[in-house]
């Protein structure tokens, strides 16, 4: 029988074809194997829409305008600022308010219950601020107004309001959480309450 070195090599060749195909999927196998285990999911390369998470504004039983009655029910005067914040563990509304003597305070009013948590004095600087007393006395249009004309240009959940004074204008900041969990800025002027300018919150 006369030895055939091409056969022998074509055989081979087709042999250790057929081996390395086998190998690689058994490998591919292997590495899906490796990237589920320990029963964590593999990481998706490009992450789809429904899995990146949406950031909401907090649930809360009282509204702004609410907030800022049981505040100045506490403090008669003009409120300067409110937001949604932490107290010691529970969620309020925080509002500055200038006092009808000129002293500034800060209230805390559960956003679950409408109670006043804490009344203290304001110990921030009036560097620290960007509101002008003289013109938030002056305002005709009031935080929850500012916070109503905002959810008029964006729909969602406002849980700031802010009053300043932008190049001599009297504004109020108004951030608003879309439904879509977006946050957006909306700015209002203090004197007519029509929306100026609104954008969305990179910060």
């Known amino acids: 029988m006369k030895f055939d070195a091409r056969r022998m090599l074509t055989g081979r060749g087709l042999l250790v074809t057929v081996v390395a195909a086998g190998v690689l999927a058994g490998g591919g196998a292997t590495a899906a194997v490796a990237a589920g285990h320990d029963d964590e ?20 039983s009282v509204s702004i305008k609410q907030a800022v009655d049981a505040a100045l029910k506490a403090v008669p005067g003009k409120v300067a600022e409110i937001e949604l914040d932490d107290e010691h563990g529970r969620t309020a509304w925080e509002v500055d308010v200038v006092a009808e003597n000129g002293d500034r305070r800060d209230v805390a009013v559960d956003s ?50 802010d009053f300043e004074t932008e190049h001599g204008k009297a504004v109020w900041e108004v951030d608003v959480t879309g439904k879509d969990g977006v946050e957006h800025e909306v700015t209002v002027d203090a004197a007519t309450g029509k929306v100026l300018n609104q954008e969305v919150d990179e910060d």
Do not use: F
Not at 43 to 52: F, K, L, Q, V, Y
Not at 115 to 135: C, E, I, Q, S
């Open 112 to 161: 679950g219950t409408g109670k006043v948590l804490t009344n203290r004095a304001d110990d921030r600087d009036d560097d620290d601020r960007d509101d002008d007393p003289a013109a938030l006395r002056k305002a005709k249009v009031t935080a929850p107004a500012a916070a109503d004309a905002a959810l008029k240009a964006v729909s969602g959940r406002v849980t700031s309001a």
């Open 41 to 60: 999911p593999a990481a998706s390369a490009t992450p789809t829409a429904g899995d990146r998470p949406t950031e909401s504004a907090p649930q809360t």
